[in-house]
């Protein structure tokens, strides 16, 4: 027999109380991989409990890293490296598993890493990574879906993706940090959890400046040492919580937040009427009125971020008005907009544009997540529909929120997770 998870929900609860939010999934994935770097300890603390990072953890052990966890903190030891191969089971459930090649070459001289695939949200190519790690020496082929990687040690050079990309920048960035010389990553990206693994790996002993803006410089070493880091908190998860309230209503507080990093979110969310009280690591909120449309043009940071699409995106759906959403990073990331119409939503798309006239009220129904900020979007909907809503396929969910279920019960949400049995 197999289970297949659903989340059921029961709308129009009035949300109140304190939420804490997780360490950042963005941040823990790049983080977890920039182990690899060393053969000494690394204690992180604040790791959330993903399924992502449950992946990547079964990936390090793949290459023969020694990973133990206690209550609080993961520790990590990369001083028995017996093989550099990273398997195509796990790379396909998780592309973040391409931030192993960076590490592996730079520290090993190879590494064979199964192409990703591709997602739902688009086709995610990594064709700047090997690009620029190829300028930088390394050997790369792509041979019968791997990306086979050889050097002898990595030579620091200029090098400059043709786009911003995250992960792209934190696998260059880590593979720069044991290069020769200098390395200079331009149209870097400048999202935090970019700040977050360059903090890590200075902390191990990488000599690295201009971390968060467009232009990063690395000093390559010969040697990096163990650490001890916390992971910043989940940004995307935060927004997601008030996107939560925008589309009830009610009184909640973030704990364990960086609001200066938030400041698109918090514009658009104070835009569509939320009340935002900003602590230097808390936010209180209140939404006591019918959402006001907001429109939504995602970008790289420190623009609306695309993760926060989806979620913008159901609350819009009720919304006291028309809104326009255009997805300026993903060519398909409106899997979220045929579920949210099950619920009656209206809502047309036109290419990466898309038109929301607000409902009065959504009704609940059986939807499907399709992927990670997709399901997200679904619980919003689901949290502000009448009636009951059951949402399938919650493995997506549980890819990047710690527990969702679980925190918003605790802030007056009725929605239970609930194990359907089904013939295999
Ligand atoms: C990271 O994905 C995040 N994942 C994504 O979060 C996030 O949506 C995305 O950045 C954008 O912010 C992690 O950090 C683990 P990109 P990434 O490379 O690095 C194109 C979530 O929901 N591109 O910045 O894969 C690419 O197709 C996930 O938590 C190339 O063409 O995104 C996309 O259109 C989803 N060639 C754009 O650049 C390349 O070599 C930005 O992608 C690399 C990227």
């Not at 792509?142 to 620091?156: D, N, P, Q, T």
């Not at 232009?215 to 910043?232: F, H």
């Not at 230097?280 to 959402?291: F, S, T």
Request: aromatic share 4%; glycine share 8%.
């Amino acid at each position: 027999m197999v289970s297949n998870e659903e989340l059921h929900v029961i709308g129009q609860s009035i949300l109140h109380g304190e939420v804490y939010v997780s360490g950042a999934k963005n941040a823990a994935l790049p983080i977890l991989c920039a182990s690899l770097l060393t053969p000494e300890t690394i204690v992180l603390k604040n790791v959330p409990e993903l399924n992502d990072v449950k992946t990547v953890i079964e990936l390090l052990k793949q290459f023969g890293v020694k990973v133990s966890k206690n209550p609080k903190e993961i520790i990590i030891q990369s001083n028995d490296i017996n093989n550099t191969e990273a398997s195509y089971d796990l790379v396909k459930t998780m592309r973040a598993s391409i931030l192993v090649l960076g590490p592996l070459i730079t520290r090993f001289g190879e590494a064979k890493v199964s192409l990703p695939g591709g997602c739902s949200i688009g086709q995610r190519p990594i064709d700047q990574h090997i690009k620029c790690l190829k300028a930088m020496g390394a050997e790369i082929q792509i041979e019968h879906g791997f990306v086979i990687a050889k050097s002898k040690r990595l030579k620091g050079t200029y090098i400059k993706p043709d786009m911003i990309t995250v992960t792209g920048t934190e696998n260059l960035m880590m593979a720069a940090t044991l290069a020769k010389g200098q390395t200079i990553l331009d149209n870097a990206a400048c999202e935090p959890e970019i700040v977050d693994l360059a903090n890590f790996l200075i902390k191990m002993g990488a000599k690295i400046n201009g971390h968060g803006t467009n232009r990063i410089k690395i000093d390559g070493v010969d040697y990096l040492g163990g650490a001890d880091y916390k992971i910043s908190p989940d940004r995307i998860e935060a927004g997601t919580f008030m996107c939560a309230l925008a589309a009830t209503s009610g009184s909640i507080t973030l704990l364990d937040v960086n609001p200066l990093e938030m400041t698109a979110t918090l514009k658009k969310l104070h835009e569509a009427g939320l009340q935002i009280e900003i602590g230097n690591n808390w936010l209180k909120c209140n939404m006591y009125k019918r959402p006001n449309p907001v429109n939504i043009n995602t970008s790289e940071y420190p623009g609306l971020a695309t993760d926060m699409q989806a979620q913008f995106m159901a609350v819009n759906t009720i919304a006291n008005g028309t809104s326009f959403i255009k997805e300026n990073i993903f060519e398909n990331r409106y899997m979220h907009v045929p579920e949210l119409k099950r619920l009656g939503a209206n809502i047309i798309i036109d290419g990466n544009n898309s038109i929301i006239k607000g409902v009065n009220y959504l009704s609940g129904t059986i939807v499907k997540a399709t992927d990670l900020r997709a399901s997200a979007s679904l619980v919003i909907a689901a949290l502000a529909a009448k009636g009951e809503t059951r949402i399938e396929s919650i493995y997506h969910l549980d890819r990047g929120y710690e527990k969702m279920e679980k925190k918003l019960s605790m802030l007056g949400a009725n929605i239970k997770r609930i194990s359907k049995r089904i013939a295999e």
